[in-house]
């Protein structure tokens, strides 16, 4: 077990500091892995900051054993490598020997090497006050330029961690943590007590998710999906990895491997995880809107607009891969968006929508999906490609509109967690009412294979990508008031394409692109809603006319409502029927037709004959 850590601070060579408050081996022969902690990471970030300020360049740790014999030391420096036992700050394995010296436990020895003593802390506030006491001794000696100094500090600040936050990895850490010698010292139980396998299940949690929150990892049941928190976002947790993951556990803590390993055994983990990490997030500020980012939680509300660290209590269940960064460019990206779509209430609305991705219903509801329209060779892909860096791989799905709107809810469960579902297609197969339910972001049931059904809230936002706009589909204004089509009607050529145009843009200007949406999200917000634009408006009622098989019967017959010429409803159907098989239509039902037509301002009236249609001929051909 490691008992305590050495600092030592030297101008001359390189430096040194210290952490606590996170971690202790004592279940290892030779600890080989480590487990990051944000709250390790922030004290060696202020520890090392106070450093820096005077002159210091690296950091060395002193590992002592019960008796305070020394028994390694490993040393690190934000330059490159010195020699065999000096680790780089910018290398994964620098990290991973850093983490594996702090020690929940440890004393901290703070060993001053020009003159200025020891000094012996038991904590870390102790050993900051100290550190300021130093910084203030050794004011007089810092260079008297504030510039120079600033200077200095920025070279040796910037440390890039370079954390695993995968599933498999966090669990594989966590794993080192759950130990126990037998289920009853877990459970803090005494020798005598008996433990049949029903309490073998529940300590067997019990314990696995208190050493979870006790590390920061916290494990929780949300929506019928199994999150971690990684330090930064809740990541969803496959229930496959889970099941091996609490096995595992069960192994650690003295329960017989044979048991531990048998499936029924894993599965009645499973259940009681299910029960034990029941989770309900916190409440939330229901007008702000807040976005995950490496460097932190951009949060915006009717007053503000900041930047703050990760919390778990914000339970982000995504994190885009790129920092906040108010001064990126986006030059490239400006000038292809110029090009492929040159109105600018266009671009204006597509940044808004991707904004609106951001959006909670409690903030801002305006029940809209978006459909980028065009044949090809017109900048969609590249949009696509930028799109799906911008939110994340993982955090885009692309399910058919036609799967996700049937009846079963399979598909639509496996929306939890996502920001955006961007299909490639818009098919006219698809179930009205839960389409508009989707559109709308109104709680949808839904469920996962062989479970009970759920209510699934706070999902997704829609983007279709298509070269043809479906036909024959529901003919009503709830249908087509939750779409904005953005028509993509520019040609580019073969001299102008650039094949790895959205790879650049990807590469250099991600986080400008997101100040771009960040823009739009400024709009919405202001106009609470969307900028007019009457290129998409006239889309939308071309769509609307088109893909009605019954306006098209109308207007191609030259007909008009009247009410005094009469026209049997069947006959008519007849003639409409013969239209749809010679233009390639679907046609709709003699029921759907008729109320089409009353939609169309015909009156469809009941008779002793049969129902009529009041209607005549405008022309004759």
Known sequence: MIKGSTIELRKDHLAVVAAKNSIEYNIMDEPTLFVYS??????????????????????????????????????????????????????????????????????LDFNKVNDYGTFNATTSDELLIHLDEIKQELE??????????????????????????????????????????????????????????????????????????KYEWALVRYQNSFYIYTGTYWQKIIEDELKEFLGSSAERIGINPYTARFYGFRENLIKQFRSAAYFTPPSIDTTATKINLQNGVYVITPTSRYLKPHDKEDFMTYKLTFPYDPSAKKEKFEKFLNRVLPDKAKQMVLAEFMAYVFIRNTVLKLEKGLILYGAGANGKSVIFQIILKLFGPENVSNYTLQSLTDSNGYTRALLAGKLLN????????????????????????????????????????????????????????????????????????????????????????????????LDGLDRLLSQRGFTPCPAIDAIVNEYRKNSDSVALFLEDGGYAPSEDDHKSLKELFTSYKDFCKNGNYTACSERSFSERL????????????????????????
């Open 38 to 107: 944000k709250r390790v990471k922030k004290e060696i970030d202020q520890m090392y900051n106070l450093l820096a300020q005077f002159g210091v360049d690296g950091i060395k740790f002193c590992i002592y054993d019960e008796t305070q014999k020394l028994e390694r030391c490993i040393c690190y420096s934000n330059h490159e490598t010195k020699s065999e036992e000096w680790y780089s700050f910018k290398t994964k394995e620098g990290l991973v020997k850093l983490a594996m010296v702090v020690n929940e436990k440890a004393i």
């Open 422 to 517: 961007y299909a490639s297609e818009l098919s006219s197969k698809m179930n009205p009412t839960f389409f508009k339910m989707l559109m709308s972001g109104e709680p949808i049931e839904c469920r996962q294979i062989y479970e009970r059904p759920f209510l699934l809230e706070d999902y997704c936002k829609f983007v279709f990508n298509t070269n043809i706009l479906p036909r024959d589909i529901e003919q009503n204004d709830g249908f087509f008031r939750r779409f904005l089509i953005i028509h993509f009607d520019q040609k580019i050529g073969e001299e102008e394409q650039n094949p790895a145009l959205a790879a650049e843009i990807i590469e250099d200007e991600l986080p400008g692109v997101f100040n771009w949406v």
């Open 598 to 621: 009353r939609n169309h301002g015909y009156n469809v009236t009941r008779r002793s004959a049969g129902r009529i249609v009041g209607i005549r001929k405008t022309f004759q051909y």
């Open 140 to 213: 007089p000696n810092l260079p008297t330029s504030s510039e120079s100094v600033s200077m200095e500090v920025e070279q040796i600040i910037p440390i890039e961690y370079n954390i695993d936050e995968t599933v498999k990895a966090i669990l594989k850490n966590l794993l080192l943590f759950i130990y126990a010698k037998s289920p009853r010292e877990a459970a803090g139980l005494q020798d005598d007590e008996n433990i049949n396998e029903r309490m073998l299940i529940v300590l067997a949690i019990d314990y696995i998710l208190k050493i979870a929150i």
